[in-house]
Each structure stands twice: as structure tokens, then as C-alpha cells.
């Protein structure tokens, strides 16, 4: 079966400071993969979409990028973090199939920027 | 631009009574609707799902109709649980790719 897996849980970083959070998949072969934001009070926010290796689309201007050094492996990073990063950064992976759109998420990371 | 729009929270409730989160949405062609839910401090879950009109998607005691002719997919349950407590999103998929369009969210919290 297929597994999604985020670190850390939960971040606490003084502004200014770089960032990196990890998430992995396990049990499937060139997933789609996503970042996405949930802050306080608002809904999700997708950052970042990626269909394969290397292959980064960016849905909105930040302060934040994303990489993909393996199949199964999503990274989020900042160089310099900004008091507006905070929030709840979710995962998630899909396998299209024509009329289906579901994906499944991790179990998120919660970061506060102080 | 296609878009969902769902009831606003928090939505309060008494164990057993009935529930509706309304839902509706702007799109074109022909999407496929979710709905997700997320437990405190947890990632999303899929909960049901209607890919084409007039299916009506089920799971958990939880139903949701997809009508095109109101461009509604609203949530539906008889009885609430304490369980039952979380935020729902309801999203549609343009079935060009998989990204999906996610609405706002409505917390949902049960007491018993």
C-alpha cells in the first residue's frame, strides 16, 4: 500500500532563517506531487506542482521553492523565512486516471515563524 | 475562473442531529466533486467522491448528490457523531490533470 510521510511534524524558526521540509512516498512510481499551505482561518493554497523529476511548477509567487531530487521525494525550502511563512504545509501525491483527481495527503508540518 | 464555494464556519451541532454543508461551484466542462475531510492536526482525507451528474457519492454515513443543474454537491449526514468533529473541504477536479480546486473549509464541531 501506499504511504506518505512529512518531517518534521511540527517547526519553530526565528525569521530570517533557511527552511527545509521533507516529504516522502512509498509504494508507487512517478507519483505527482504537491506542496501546499493551509494558514490560520483560510483554505489550501497549493505552492508547488510537480509531475516528475526536476520538473517544478510554481502556482505563486513566494518566498519559498521546491525541489525534486527523486521520484518519491518533495522538498519545500526558504532561504530566508518571512513572520507570513507560517502556517500548516501539507503533501500530497496522485497518480492521474482520467476522471478520478483524487490525492492523498501527509500528515502535515506545522511551522512557526517567530 | 472555476471556483468552489462552501458554507462558512464553524458550524455547531448536537450529537445526532442532522447535517448539511452546502456547496457550490463554478466550472467548465465537467468535473469530477470531492469532498475531504481533516481531523485536528492532521493532513486531508478523501471522504466521497461523484465523478459525473446525479451520482450521489457515500461513505461514513456522509452522502453528497452532484447536480449539475445547481452546480451543487452539498454534504449530507442523519446523525452526527462527537467523531464527526473537523473541517471539510469540498473540491473539484477539471479532469484535465489532477490538480484540484479546493474551497474554504467549514469546521464542523459536535457536542455531545
Known sequence: SQTIHQWPATLVQPVGSPLSLECTVEGTSNPNLYWYRQAAGRGLQLLFYSVGIGQISS????????????DRQFILSSKKLLLSDSGFYLCAWSVWV???GEQY?????????T | G???TQMEGPVT?????????????????????FWYVQYPGEGLQLLLKATKADDKGS???????????????????????????AVYFCALSLNRDDKIIFGKGTRL????
Not at chain 2, 451541532?13 to 466533486?33: D, H, K, M, Q, V
Request: hydrophobic share 30%.
Open chain 1, 59 to 70: 502556482e505563486v509567487p513566494q518566498n519559498l521553492s521546491a525541489s525534486r531530487p527523486q
Open chain 2, 109 to 112: 464541531h459536535i457536542l455531545p
Open chain 2, 13 to 33: 451541532l448536537s450529537e445526532e442531529a442532522f447535517l448539511t454543508i452546502n456547496c457550490t461551484y463554478t466550472a467548465t466542462g465537467y468535473p469530477s466533486l
Open chain 1, 105 to 113: 495527503f501527509g500528515p502535515g508540518t506545522r511551522l512557526t515563524v
Open chain 2, 59 to 85: 461513505n461514513k454515513g456522509f452522502e453528497a448528490t452532484y447536480r449539475k443543474e445547481t452546480t451543487s454537491f452539498h454534504l449530507e449526514k442523519g446523525s452526527v457523531q462527537v467523531s464527526d468533529s
Open chain 2, 2 to 4: 472555476d471556483s468552489v
Open chain 1, 98 to 100: 482520467a476522471g478520478s
